[in-house]
């Protein structure tokens, strides 16, 4: 049975950081590939980063490429999201996925994860 769980949303001002965290557990094949999402008001869940466990493969939107950095611990338990310069419209429900199909280029397809987190919130004020 895979668990995911993440830890570490708040309130920040514009300019700040935050460091999420996503605790992965269940077979490794499904916890190898994790993705972090987000969901604002209004909006569709969209794809943030991911990194696969085998090797040093990472992937970013372009809307958080330099500011944002993903990360697994060493013993490929913990998952995180390094997110710095925060702006306010990246304000929304924070998600960590895994259990991914299929193949890693389309690694910001949620309908490719089967196993989601309960969401963390991140809200960046101006």
């Known amino acids: 049975q895979v668990q995911v769980e993440e830890s570490g949303g708040g309130s920040v001002q514009a300019g700040g950081s935050l460091r999420l965290s996503c605790a992965v557990s269940?077979?490794?094949?499904?916890?190898?590939?994790v993705g972090w999402f987000r969901q604002a008001p209004g909006k569709e869940r969209e794809g943030v980063a991911a990194c696969y466990a085998g090797r040093d493969i990472k992937y970013y939107a372009a809307s958080v490429e330099g500011r944002f950095t993903i990360s697994r611990d060493s013993a490929k338990t913990t998952v995180y999201l390094q997110m710095n310069s925060l702006k306010p419209e990246d304000t929304a429900v924070y998600y960590c996925?895994?259990?991914?199909?299929?193949?890693?280029?389309?690694?910001?397809?949620?309908?490719?994860?089967?196993?989601w987190g309960q969401g963390t919130q991140v809200t960046v004020s101006s």
């Open positions: 269940g077979d490794a094949y499904s916890t190898s590939f």
């Open positions: 996925a895994a259990g991914y199909q299929g193949p890693f280029v389309r690694w910001s397809n949620s309908q490719n994860y089967k196993n």
